[in-house]
């Protein structure tokens, strides 16, 4: 039998099976999942697996392997030694929810997730959400223009007056999206604003800091009407990209990609203070944004720095 992943950790797993409108509770078969190994979590949201009955409760099943990914969303886990850490898998659209002021806009942050979702090869877009309070200051002002600039759809949502939440909706009609951004910033609210019955949970800011409060705590896949599906993840504190070389981390900024292999020092170019750097020259020229750039850099210096996530082969 064959099964959607909808949430679950360690060995335990809620599965909707095809054919079937209601979850169960499934649990691995072996210790090492086979079609997982290598994996920091053996099994994520959007995974297909195949399934068989538990003979000791009839209710329940036991996962016997897990089908090829299409795709996965994955963040570098420093606690699993580089192990990928999937978000979900198999996703046509990451949904990067930003605010402009509540929680405050971090725009190096997004440029970390714009740029995973390039490398995994998923298109991506921002939400702008809470525009019924929020209104970008000057800097933010500048980055969301400059998102525009470089391609990426800005969606202006709030989920307090629902305006954009139509467009929005069309937007995802029959896609199976991520959605990924800080904690507080209404991806849950999000969720239970377009799939009925959703009951996610949903927590206030904390006064103070105008911060998130981790409310979610897990991520979990919720099927909407009319084949779209939503997964909601817990409020992320940083990012660090997954599985890139830096070369891959030049190409996944669309604003660079074109530059590639352009440097006079080549491969060995660390785009700072090198003569020929065709990055600097872009810079200068206006053609990437300083913000931009100095992610892009510190990205690059993050990589370097950290010892090389390692992938099963299986992985796209
Ligand atoms: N004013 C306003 N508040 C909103 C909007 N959307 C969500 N909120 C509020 O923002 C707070 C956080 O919402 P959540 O949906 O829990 O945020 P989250 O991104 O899921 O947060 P974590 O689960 O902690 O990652 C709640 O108090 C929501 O009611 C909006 O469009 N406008
Ligand atoms: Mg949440
Ligand atoms: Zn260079």
Same mark, same amino acid.
């Given at each position: 039998?064959?099964?959607?992943?909808?949430?679950?950790?360690?060995?335990?797993?809620?599965?909707?099976?095809?054919?079937? %409108?209601?979850?169960?509770?499934?649990?691995?078969?072996?210790?090492?999942?086979?079609?997982? !190994?290598?994996?920091?979590?053996?099994?994520?949201?959007? %995974?297909?697996?195949?399934? !068989?009955?538990?003979?000791?409760?009839?209710?329940?099943?036991?996962?016997?392997?897990?089908?090829?990914?299409?795709?996965? =969303?994955?963040?570098?886990?420093?606690?699993?030694?580089?192990?990928?850490?999937?978000?979900?898998?198999?996703?046509?659209?990451?949904?990067?929810?930003?605010?402009?002021?509540?929680?405050?806009?971090?725009?190096? =942050?997004?440029?970390?997730?714009?740029?995973?979702?390039? =490398? +995994?090869?998923?298109?991506?877009?921002?939400?702008?959400?809470?525009?019924?309070?929020?209104?970008?200051?000057? !800097?933010?002002?500048?980055?969301?223009?400059?998102?525009?600039?470089?391609?990426? !759809?800005?969606?202006?949502?709030?989920?307090?007056?629902?305006?954009?939440?139509?467009?929005?909706?069309?937007?995802?009609?029959?896609?199976?999206?991520?959605?990924?951004?800080?904690?507080?910033?209404?991806?849950?609210?999000?969720?239970?604003?377009?799939?009925?019955?959703?009951?996610?949970?949903?927590?206030?800011?904390?006064?103070?800091?105008?911060?998130?409060?981790?409310?979610?705590?897990?991520?979990?896949?919720? +099927?909407?009407?009319?084949?779209?599906?939503?997964?909601?993840?817990?409020?992320?504190?940083?990012?660090?990209?997954?599985?890139?070389?830096?070369? %891959?981390?030049?190409?996944?900024?669309?604003?660079?990609?074109?530059?590639?292999?352009?440097?006079?020092?080549?491969?060995?170019?660390?785009?700072?203070?090198?003569?020929?750097?065709?990055?600097?020259?872009?810079?200068?020229?206006? %053609?990437?944004?300083?913000?931009?750039?100095?992610?892009?850099?510190?990205?690059?210096? +993050?990589?370097?720095?950290?010892?090389?996530?390692? =992938?099963?082969?299986?992985?796209?």
């Amino acid at each position: 039998m064959r099964g959607l992943v909808l949430r679950g950790a360690w060995n335990t797993f809620a599965i909707r099976l095809e054919g079937e %409108d209601r979850e169960r509770d499934c649990v691995l078969k072996g210790k090492v999942l086979k079609g997982a !190994e290598g994996r920091y979590n053996a099994l994520a949201p959007g %995974d297909w697996v195949d399934c !068989e009955p538990d003979p000791l409760r009839p209710d329940r099943g036991l996962i016997v392997s897990v089908e090829a990914r299409a795709n996965a =969303f994955c963040r570098y886990n420093q606690k699993g030694a580089g192990a990928p850490q999937a978000l979900a898998a198999n996703i046509g659209l990451v949904l990067c929810m930003t605010t402009a002021a509540s929680p405050p806009f971090r725009p190096r =942050f997004l440029d970390r997730l714009l740029m995973q979702a390039a =490398f +995994e090869g998923v298109p991506a877009v921002i939400i702008l959400n809470k525009i019924d309070g929020d209104s970008p200051d000057a !800097e933010a002002a500048s980055r969301l223009a400059d998102y525009r600039r470089i391609g990426y !759809e800005v969606l202006p949502l709030s989920l307090k007056t629902g305006a954009g939440l139509e467009a929005l909706r069309q937007r995802l009609a029959g896609l199976s999206a991520l959605l990924v951004g800080q904690s507080g910033v209404g991806k849950s609210t999000l969720i239970n604003a377009l799939v009925p019955g959703a009951a996610a949970a949903v927590g206030a800011l904390n006064r103070k800091w105008d911060r998130g409060t981790h409310t979610t705590t897990q991520g979990a896949l919720f +099927e909407a009407p009319g084949g779209t599906r939503l997964i909601d993840t817990p409020g992320l504190r940083r990012f660090a990209p997954c599985g890139m070389t830096a070369a %891959d981390a030049l190409l996944a900024m669309p604003e660079l990609a074109p530059l590639a292999g352009r440097c006079a020092f080549g491969l060995s170019c660390a785009h700072e203070t090198e003569p020929g750097c065709a990055v600097q020259a872009a810079l200068a020229r206006g %053609d990437i944004h300083p913000g931009r750039c100095e992610s892009f850099l510190r990205i690059l210096k +993050e990589l370097q720095a950290l010892p090389p996530c390692h =992938f099963t082969a299986d992985r796209v």
